[in-house]
């Protein structure tokens, strides 16, 4: 499955995003789907995954309460709502996709990755 991200901008601290991460070659249906973001010098960090049958989600503590994590079968095409931004949210996105059959948090287990999006949330 190819991954697209997009979405990402400049907003300001408090504003919200919303990333979009549409599939091709094939459907989500059969995997879990998730979001990570990459700060300058950091890791590559897990933010919010679901799993595409049955739509459970997970969230990292740094974003629970504030990012929504969801998907659109039609459109196959899975979305991370991003609500009151802060500076520490500035990072690039990356979409993600595993075969893995429950949520995973760990990079490495994710086989199929989109190419990134930019966010920048300025104070």
């Known amino acids: 499955v190819q991954l697209q991200a997009s979405g990402g901008g400049l907003v300001q601290a408090g504003g919200s995003l919303r990333l979009s991460c549409a599939a091709s070659?094939?459907?989500?249906?059969?995997?879990?789907v998730g979001w990570f973001r990459q700060a300058p010098g950091k890791e590559r960090e897990f933010v919010a995954a679901i799993m595409w049958k049955g739509g459970s989600t997970y969230y990292a503590d740094s974003v629970k309460g504030r990012f929504t994590i969801s998907r659109d079968n039609a459109k196959n095409t899975m979305y991370l709502h991003m609500n009151n931004l802060k500076p520490e949210d500035t990072a690039v996105y990356y979409c993600?996709?595993?075969?893995?059959?429950?949520?995973?948090?760990?990079?490495?287990?994710?086989?199929?990755w989109g190419q990134g999006t930019l966010v920048t949330v300025s104070s």
């Open positions: 993600a996709a595993t075969v893995a059959i429950v949520i995973v948090t760990t990079p490495k287990l994710y086989g199929n």
């Open positions: 070659g094939r459907t989500f249906s059969s995997y879990t």
